[in-house]
């Protein structure tokens, strides 16, 4: 079957850094996505990984471990408007098509 | 960048009418768009997946016949809610995948809000 896990809710502070972590298992991995999405709205794409390592991009930046089933977000010098849900996501090929399964989401705050 | 939009927005119905809802890429061509369905504070389900020319692969537990899709040309793909009930008001999310160039991921469209009352 296929199950990705993330924290539920965290909480940080301005300035601060923080790690959102996601661990999954699935058939025909073919990479890992991860999401920020402002309630009401629509996911924005943060980061792509399909190599084992860290990808940077300013402030984000996203690890993988394919081995272990392993990734991380790390968003650095946290600001207030990063208060959102941050969603990881695993695209696989199992079925001959891609599909992307979504992790259930992280709301994280960011408090002042 | 990669735009898509999504009609309408927002809709309110009647229980036991059809809403359809509309995907297209603005300034790119998608095989392949994927239909979500998001409640309250959870995450996106994929519904299905929609090919343009062929039938649309219907994720476990979504019944194909309540939920037509439609994916006529490259750049759109419709959601059509038959006979619509109080629980399928939910937050319905489409995204195209780009058919060339840039097809490492997937473009979200703003969301489509139903409410069937």
């Known amino acids: 079957g296929q199950n990705i896990d993330q924290p539920t809710e965290m909480t940080a502070t301005e300035g601060a850094i923080v790690q959102i972590n996601c661990t999954y298992q699935?058939?025909?991995?073919?990479?890992l996505f991860w999401y920020q999405q402002h309630a009401g709205e629509a996911p924005t794409f943060l980061s792509y990984n399909v190599l084992d390592g860290l990808e940077e991009k300013g402030r984000f930046s996203s690890f993988l471990s394919r081995s272990k089933g392993y990734s991380y977000l790390l968003l650095k010098e946290l600001q207030m408007k990063d208060s959102a849900s941050y969603l990881c996501?695993?695209?696989?090929?199992?079925?001959?098509?891609?599909?992307?399964?979504f992790g259930t989401g992280t709301r994280l705050k960011v408090l002042a | 960048g990669a735009v898509v939009s999504q009609h309408p927005s927002r809709v309110i119905c009647k229980s036991g009418t059809s809403v359809k809802i509309e995907c297209r890429s603005l300034?790119?061509?998608?095989?392949?768009m994927f239909w979500y369905r998001q409640f309250p504070k959870q995450s996106l389900m994929l519904m299905a997946t929609?090919?343009?020319?062929?039938?649309?692969?219907?994720e476990q537990g979504v019944e194909k016949d309540k939920f037509l899709i439609n994916h006529a040309s490259l750049t759109l793909s419709t959601l059509t809610v038959t006979s619509a009930h109080p629980e399928d008001s939910s937050f319905y999310i489409c995204s195209a995948r780009p058919s060339e160039g840039g097809a490492d991921t997937q473009y979200f469209g703003p969301g489509t809000r139903l409410t069937v009352l």
């Open positions: 300034d790119f061509q998608a095989t392949t």
């Open positions: 996501a695993v695209r696989n090929d199992a079925s001959g098509t891609y599909k992307y399964i």
């Open positions: 929609s090919n343009e020319g062929s039938k649309a692969t219907y």
């Open positions: 699935t058939s025909g991995f073919n990479g």
